[in-house]
Each structure stands twice: as C-alpha cells, then as structure tokens.
C-alpha cells in the first residue's frame, strides 16, 4: 500500500513540476500564470489533454510538438521527473505512509510544497534573465508569514525567533516597496535577502549555512572559471559584467533544496 501511496504523491509531484515549468514560461513572457488552456512553447498551439499529461506526454510525443514538430526542450520533462522524485523524499523523510496518516505531517508536507514551488519558480526565473516577480515575491511572503503563525502555535519555544522573522520580513517588504516606488522595480538584492529569509524560515538554520556556503563557493568557481574572459574587461565594467552573468537566487534555490532534502532523509535514517 506504501508503493502506491508513493506513487500517488509522485504523479502530483510531477504534474506540480509541469505547472511550474509553465509557470516560469508565462511569468517571463508577462503573460497570465492562471489560464483555461496551455500551449506548445515554440508555435503557442493549444495543446490537447492528452498533451498535458506530465512525463508520457513528452515520451510518446517522442519530445517533439505534433503541431509543429520542433523538439520540446528537455528541462520540462526533467522538472516534472526531479519535482516528483522531491515530493516523494519529503513524504518518505516526514515518514508518512498509508499507516502512518497523521494531521500535523500531512499540514508539514503542504506547507514544504508550497515553499518549494515559490524556490523552484523563483531560480527558474532567475536562470533566465535575473528577475523576480512582485506577485511571486509577495506570494512567498505570504506563505511565510503563514507559517510563522502556524509555528507559533504548535512550536512554543521558536516563539521569538519566528517574531525576529517577522520583523526582518515586514522590514525588507517595506524597502522593496519603497526602492520599487523610486525606481518602478524591485531591487535584486532586496529580492535576494528576502529569498534568503524565507529559506531560513522554511528550512531552518543549517540548511541556510549549507546553502550560504555552497552559494559562496560556487561563485568563487565561477570567477576561477572566467577569470580569463574578466580580465578582458576592466574595472566597472568587469564588475557590471560578473553581476550580469550570475545568477545568485538560481544557485541558492538548488543547493537550499538539496541540503533540505538531505537533511530531512538523514534525520529520519538516524
């Protein structure tokens, strides 16, 4: 009963990674996130039911649009694989089973899946041309203070530190509308803290130094790696073109989820 109770949490984990891969699509094209139909990619022809099951689709269709005939780009498959496999290891480190149906890990797992899908949205978009969404922003705000609430009922003794949290979120969401109001956008590095905090709510202390370091270290291999081409630029302008190249929030959001996830399985191994 396990196995199939696995497998149900798989297929919503996969048709979640298709919604996200068309999430990011319509938010960096400005389009609509909530529409009545979807859409191949590169000729925009409505797609069919049968087109939008996750995973078989992209198989039988052979990763090719039959409108068309161009090939779909692989990342969608991919997410939609790696998102159920996500849901599936949050579900078996929480521990719930069939027989093992409690309430408060049930709530656990929803409040998880609905942080992961403001990550994996969030770096998606900022793998593609470094933005954040207002409307993504101020829904990862929301679920946090959500949470925080929750937490306050269920968890007595992080009572404080989630009032800290607080504060810092109404902090920072007060400078991004006030830098958003002087500029008519956001600021990326206003974006990037936020993103930071929410992780730090959501995952917990450890998690975010795993993620700070490893976000640290690779920007460090990335200078290694390009201090050939850098060095062609000078001053400002090497500078302006290293923070146009990377993408900080992308590279957080990945290693944010890998060491959650770790930790979660190796807290329940040991």
Known sequence: MDIIFYIVIFIIGAC?????????????????????????????????????????????????????????????????????????????????????????????????????????????????????????????????????????????????????????????LLLNIINTKKKAQSSYTIDLLTTLLIMLIFTQEIACIITIIGTLISIALYILINKISLRKVKGKNNMLEFSQKVRVIYIMGILNIFSFITLIIMSKIY
């Open 16 to 172: 979640l990674g298709s919604f996200y891969a068309e999430t990011i699509h319509r938010i960096d094209k400005g389009q609509r996130v909530f529409s009545m139909y979807r859409y191949c990619p590169n000729c925009e022809k409505k797609l069919s039911l049968l087109e939008r099951i996750p995973i078989l689709s992209y198989i039988f269709s052979r990763g090719r649009c039959k409108k068309c005939n161009k090939k779909i780009d692989k990342k969608y498959i991919l997410l939609e694989i790696m998102t159920g496999c996500l849901l599936v290891l949050i579900a078996y480190g929480l521990n719930l089973t069939i027989s093992n149906f409690d309430i408060s890990k049930i709530i656990s797992l929803i409040f998880i899946t609905l942080y992961i899908s403001y990550i994996i949205i969030t770096s998606g978009l900022d793998k593609r041309n470094k933005s954040m969404s207002m409307q993504l922003l101020s829904f990862g705000i929301i679920i946090s203070l959500v949470y925080i609430i929750y937490l306050c009922f269920v968890d007595r003794v992080t009572v404080y530190l989630n009032i800290i949290h607080l504060i810092l979120m109404t902090i920072l």
